[in-house]
């Protein structure tokens, strides 16, 4: 069920033209507030004041447990937050578009709609809340332009607090772009390889954390768009940070196949060179605007890419964008996405080569676009250097 009579995993929402969406028929906001009403106010956390408590929410746990002391400043109450409208659904539950002090904030709800329709709990069962407690540890640790900021954590209902991109997920951006010209036209190469950097200076941030951190689940909609274009690295809920062995626990595997590494398929344990291979296919998505192995049956995939075959890249003709003349680099680029999704792990470079290399890429298309610049100034220079020469000859006869 979703929050709004509309729903659909991997799109955007925020009500349709036939049914503007409302806050008062938010099923899930109704079922939150009623609930709420009708729970016992929660005590005073220990180490907080009791200001800061009440509303649903303070610095215990659902259960009542005292947060861990790092992550008590970190705590956001239900009253705080002033949601606007879903902005989309991903497996965990919706997301929202809100305000939280004076600022534009996205709030991902972690109920699901069954835990509604069967009248339970808006209390997280004790080892999931135990789960995104970790997430949000390590999110709280992150300090980058390039990644998604977390902002807080709101206990009951559970719900994590992060900063607002306005524009959404790159998958949304890029699927939408098909569709619409205008938007289509803003997607030029030079942008596009911009983001395919930020996205990859996000992930080198993460894998050069101490310990380092592997994404684990690097994909188009876990990529978020700022009003300024910029790409921002998201959704740490499946990453944890690496144990000294140098891979990340058993069991924290992405599901989707579009993205995963051949290795995992094997069950091998994701490591940065897995996250490398999920980059591939995100530039793969920046260069074609579609997903890969379009048509093909998801259960199918894993054989096709551990016999060795890739998604196939289509000629320059048929790639998409609104760019005049050829794409710079796009042989360098290609090859990179080559590089970046070989069948062995340590034939992948890894961040800390890629980034130089689309650096390079980056500004190779805005000297392009510089040259395109001067061209018709020099043509308006010689034009009307010609009129003041012709208007004088003219003054003088
Ligand atoms: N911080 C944010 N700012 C703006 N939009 C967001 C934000 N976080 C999420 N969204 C929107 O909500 C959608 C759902 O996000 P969510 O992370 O819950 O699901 P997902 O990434 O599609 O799948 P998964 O559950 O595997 O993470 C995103 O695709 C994006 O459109
Ligand atoms: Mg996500």
């Not at 000629?315 to 680099?329: F, I, K, N, Q």
């Given at each position: 069920m979703p929050p709004f009579s509309h729903s659909s995993k991997l799109t955007s929402t925020a009500g349709t033209a036939s049914s503007p969406y409302s806050k008062s028929n938010d099923l899930l906001l109704s079922y939150i507030?009623?609930?709420?009403?009708t729970m016992p106010q929660p005590q005073p956390p220990r180490a907080l004041s009791a200001g800061s408590a009440g509303g649903g929410g303070g610095g215990s746990s659902s259960n009542g447990r005292a947060l861990p002391e790092d992550m008590q400043r970190w705590v956001v109450r239900w009253d705080e937050l002033q949601l606007e409208a879903p902005i989309g659904q991903g497996s965990f539950g919706w997301v929202y578009?809100?305000?939280?002090?004076?600022?534009?904030?996205?709030?991902?709800?972690?109920?699901?709609?069954?835990?509604?329709?069967?009248?339970?709990?808006?209390?997280?069962?004790?080892?999931?809340?135990?789960?995104?407690?970790?997430?949000?540890?390590?999110?709280?640790?992150?300090?980058s332009s390039h990644c998604v900021n977390f902002l807080g954590i709101c206990m009951v209902p559970p719900c994590i607090v992060l900063e607002y991109c306005a524009q959404g997920s790159l998958f949304g951006l890029l699927h939408r772009a098909r569709h619409e010209p205008d938007l289509a036209r803003q997607l030029s190469w030079s942008r596009r390889l911009q983001m395919a950097l930020d996205a990859a200076t996000g992930m080198l941030y993460l894998h050069r954390r101490t310990p380092p951190i592997i994404h684990c689940d690097l994909k188009s909609p876990n990529l978020l768009v700022d009003e300024n274009w910029r790409v921002k690295v998201t959704d740490f809920n499946l990453s944890k940070t690496v144990k000294p062995a140098g891979e990340a626990s058993v069991g924290e595997v992405a599901s989707n196949p579009l993205w995963l590494a051949p290795e995992i398929f094997r069950g091998e344990k994701p490591t940065a060179a897995s996250d490398v291979f999920a980059f591939a296919v995100v530039c793969y998505e920046l260069l074609t605007w579609r997903l890969p192995w379009a048509g093909e049956t998801l259960f199918k995939i894993p054989r096709r890419m551990l016999s060795g075959e890739r998604p196939a890249i289509p000629?320059?003709?048929?790639?998409?964008?609104?760019?005049?003349?050829?794409?710079?680099?796009l042989e360098t680029y290609i090859a990179l996405i080559q590089k970046c999704w070989a069948a062995e792990p340590?034939?992948?470079?890894?961040?800390?080569?890629?980034?130089?290399?689309?650096r390079e890429l980056v500004n190779a298309a805005g000297q392009q676009l510089?040259?395109?610049?001067?061209?018709?100034?020099a043509t308006v220079f010689c034009v009307s250097l010609w009129q003041a020469f012709d208007w004088h000859v003219r003054g003088r006869r």
């Open positions: 507030t009623t609930k709420l009403a578009k809100g305000v939280w002090n004076e600022t534009q904030v996205a709030v991902k709800v972690l109920i699901q709609s069954g835990q509604v329709e069967e009248g339970g709990g808006i209390e997280l069962p004790d080892e999931v809340m135990q789960e995104l407690l970790e997430e949000a540890v390590v999110m709280s640790h992150i300090r000629p320059p003709a048929e790639l998409p964008g609104a760019d005049a003349g050829p794409l710079v680099g340590g034939d992948r470079p890894t961040f800390a080569e890629i980034v130089p290399k689309l510089a040259g395109l610049w001067r061209l018709p100034r």
